[in-house]
């Protein structure tokens, strides 16, 4: 059946998160897409992106 986009976990598909104090923010984790691909998932910082150039993703 192959991959599909699947509904973001961490905004729960509404694009934006609010915070523990009431302020709305963009969602990292989909960046306000909703969708996040598995193909192309969002980066877990530099350690993430350094062990992606040297060990393959």
Known sequence: ???LPFQCPTC???R??????????T???????????PANPPVGGM???????FFGA
Request: charge should be negative; hydrophobic fraction near 25%.
């Open 12 to 14: 729960e598909g509404k």
């Open 16 to 25: 934006q998160r609010t915070e523990e104090d009431g302020t709305t923010d």
């Open 47 to 53: 350690l993430d992106v350094l062990s992606k150039i």
């Open 1 to 3: 059946m192959g991959y």
């Open 27 to 37: 969602c990292s984790t989909c960046r306000g897409q909703v969708m996040v691909d």
